[in-house]
C-alpha cells in the first residue's frame, strides 16, 4: 500500500503565494511520476505541474513562470510553490505519484486534495 497526504492549501488575496506539500509513504520500491493536478467546480481535473525521478519538470500554460514543482527524494516528498496566485487558480489541489512497490506492483495513487481559494 502506498499513501498520500497533502497539506498546506488555504485561503489567501490575489498576488500572494501558497506552498502545497504532498508525502508519500509505504510500500515504495520506486517513484518514476508525480504531479499535481486541479479540479475546479464544474471543470475537468488539469494537470498543473509534474515531475519524474530524472528531475525534468513540465508545468500547464496557465501557471508557468508562477508554480514551481520540487522534489526531496529522501522524504518522497513533492512541493508546489505558488506565487502571484490568481483568483482562476482555486480548485482543489490533488498530488499523483506513480511507481512500483516493493512488491513489484505498479501504483497510481492520489492524495485526499487540498482546497486553494484566491480572493480578488
Known amino acids: 500500500q502506498v499513501q498520500l497526504v497533502e497539506s498546506g492549501g488555504g485561503l489567501v488575496q490575489a498576488g500572494g503565494s501558497l506552498r502545497l506539500s504532498c508525502a508519500a509513504s509505504?510500500?515504495?520500491?520506486?517513484?518514476?511520476?508525480m504531479g499535481w493536478y486541479r479540479q475546479a467546480p464544474g471543470k475537468q481535473r488539469e494537470l498543473v505541474a509534474s515531475?519524474?525521478?530524472?528531475?525534468?519538470?513540465n508545468y500547464a500554460d496557465s501557471v508557468k513562470g508562477r508554480f514551481t514543482i520540487s522534489g526531496d527524494n529522501a522524504k518522497n516528498t513533492i512541493y508546489l510553490q505558488m506565487n502571484d496566485l490568481k483568483p482562476e487558480d482555486t480548485a482543489v489541489y490533488y498530488c499523483?505519484?506513480?511507481?512500483?512497490?516493493?512488491?513489484?506492483?505498479?501504483?497510481?495513487?492520489w492524495g485526499q486534495g487540498t482546497q486553494v481559494t484566491v480572493s480578488s
Open positions: 499523483n505519484y506513480n511507481g512500483l512497490t516493493t512488491g513489484w506492483r505498479p501504483y497510481d495513487n
Open positions: 509505504g510500500s515504495i520500491r520506486s517513484i518514476y511520476f
Open positions: 515531475i519524474r525521478n530524472s528531475g525534468s519538470a
